[in-house]
């Protein structure tokens, strides 16, 4: 199994920035300001639970999955107007393509 390097850098600094804003934070806010109201300390740490958990989420879980019942979008069924918007797009990057190939045999030319 090959190991993603750029992946585990930035896995690795985001981990290193909320640590230290968490530490930064909590630091400034215990030790300089002592008296202060603690509830947005409290809501602070919860919000960096959150990051962590739905970080933590998205690099471990599974991507996405179709559900049980799924099928595929039938285009009949769809309004006149979003099939002549789908056709249109279809047609636009077909000939972006075309156009584009065009260039690129014209300037090897």
Request: aromatic share 14%; proline share 5%; hydrophobic share 45%.
């Amino acid at each position: 199994m090959a190991c993603d390097w750029y992946g585990v850098l930035c896995v690795s600094l985001t981990y290193i920035l909320i640590t230290f804003i968490s530490y930064s934070l909590f630091y400034i806010e215990l030790n300089i300001f002592p008296a202060t109201n603690n509830v947005h300390l409290i809501l602070f740490g919860f919000i960096i639970f959150m990051i962590i958990w739905s970080h933590l989420q998205s690099i471990i879980g599974n991507p996405g999955y179709l559900p049980k019942n799924y099928r595929q979008l039938d285009p009949d069924l769809l309004p006149l107007e979003f099939t002549e918007v789908i056709e249109k797009i279809t047609n636009e990057s077909a000939s972006s393509t075309n156009e584009s190939s065009i260039k690129v045999s014209l300037s090897v030319i």
